[in-house]
């Protein structure tokens, strides 16, 4: 029924696609492309044949909030009678399974997340990020999504796995090899069968088969480790629910592996953005520089500067806004009415936080890198779901305070010490087809070193 008690009239307007295929070809060589295309010709809401799937894509805030909140019948986060990549590689663990049990499960562990909880790790955030600023000398040049997202990396083994990034090269080969596999998935048209043996499965068991055997000897000394540690880990292993029953080693294994995959590169990402942005926009690098130095004075940020950072926080947000993550999920497991349309059961649903991030009727200018859009009686007016860089819901980001605070700390440390300059004859754009959208050919950036000596005495930073 629509709004008016009517039942819905059609199916929401449908894109030309090809016999057989439909969009297939388009969506799979570049779905954020192809995604940009399809909202020019319906803003809100526009359906569209992936081979026999059909899809919709939804860019309307009161849309979106109608299925990310939706915890009935009607939508859900798996496919019905299939499962998702993630959830079939690391079904074992909780957070890819839908139901009662998944939400008792998160609701417990989200307290993990929470500000405060999240808070102890300030200072192995800000060390961290201040040796990894000190190795770059002046004038060099370096690749930002590299260092970054081995700076995440080390941050994340740190602070929730509480083990040396040293000692993890396993793990980080692993994990980068399992994400690259995901978005080779995303491009390609057609799959070998599941019972054929190719040498990429092969390949992928390997590696796959050492990830998990490297996560299961640390989640094995964390048990028999008689300390009470408040890292990630240790509170998985400590974990019960309601009925006294704990997580066994293959569900906290491949929870952990959800968490890396969803939780080093989407920050790395989203600081490269950060920092890119504040290469084209000087006057805005100036002036973060210049709060930095009026708060810090030289010395490291620590998690109470955190709210007189005004300027750090927002570029963080407007960074998000513009460069979020590619696509939402979600299916239709009944048919389902969107105001005056109707798509039927079985539908993959669509969110592009891109392109939502990008419409004018909630941001002005939606185009332009505006960090100061992001003050409190804006923000406030915003409507519900029209900014939605951790998702909104039920199945919103759990690291969202995490990934907030380790962002403000790693570009208040990294500004205040060094100026990034863009180097120049280099093409900058989103890879379409990764989740994170990571920049596709890096970004490389010359390090103009700042003297702050002179701004207070800045007390060394010792690593936890
Ligand atoms: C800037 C960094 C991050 C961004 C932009 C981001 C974005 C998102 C988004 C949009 C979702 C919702 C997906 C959906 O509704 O289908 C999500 C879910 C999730 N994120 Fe993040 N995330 C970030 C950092 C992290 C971190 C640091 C962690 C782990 C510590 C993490 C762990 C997760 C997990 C486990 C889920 C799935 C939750 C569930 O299904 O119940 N993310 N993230």
Known sequence: ???????????????????????????KSNRLAFLQRAVMSHEDMVAFRLGRLGAVLLNDAALINQVLMSTGQSISYNRPGGEGTLSRLFGAGMLYRDGASQRQYRKKIGSLFQHRAVGRHASTVA???????????????????????DLT???????????????????????????????????????PPAWLPTPRRARFEQKLHRLRAAIERLIHEA?????????????????????????????????????????????SVSLCWAFYLL?????????LQEELLHVLKGRAPELNDLRSLELNL???????????????KRWA???????????????????????LHRRSKYFVDPDQFKPDRFNAEAERSLPCSAYIPFGDGPRACIGSQFALLESQIILATLAQNVTFELTPGQRVEP??????????NGIRARVRRRDISAAGDAPSLQAR
């Not at 927002?314 to 939402?328: C, D, G, N, Q, W």
């Not at 969107?338 to 649903?349: A, G």
């Not at 890879?431 to 596709?440: F, Y």
């Open 127 to 149: 060390a961290l990020a201040d040796e990894a600023q000190r190795r770059w000398r002046d004038g060099s040049t370096i690749e930002l999504y590299r260092e970054l997202t």
């Open 153 to 191: 990396f080390d941050i994340f083994t740190r602070t929730l796995l509480a083990a040396d990034a040293q000692d993890l090269s396993e793990i980080r080969d692993g994990i980068q090899f399992v994400y690259e596999q995901l978005i080779l998935d995303n491009t390609r048209l057609l799959r």
């Open 1 to 27: 029924m629509d709004h008016n008690g009517r039942p819905p009239r059609s199916q929401p307007p449908m894109l030309p696609g090809l016999p057989l295929i439909g969009s297939m070809f388009d969506f």
């Open 431 to 440: 890879d379409g087809n990764s989740i994170s959208l990571r920049p596709v």
């Open 223 to 267: 048990r028999g480790s008689a300390a009470n540690d408040d890292d990630l880990l240790s509170m998985l292993v400590r974990y019960q629910d309601d009925q006294g029953v704990r997580l066994t080693t293959p569900q906290i294994r491949d929870d952990l592996i959800v968490f890396l995959l969803a939780g080093h590169e989407t920050t």
């Open 314 to 328: 927002k570029i963080v947000k407007e960074a998000l806004r513009l460069y979020p993550v590619s696509i939402i």
């Open 333 to 355: 497991t009944q048919d389902v009415s969107f105001r005056d349309y109707w798509v039927p059961s079985n539908t993959l649903i669509l969110i592009c936080p891109y392109l």
């Open 279 to 287: 290469m084209l926009h000087p006057d805005t690098y100036r002036r």
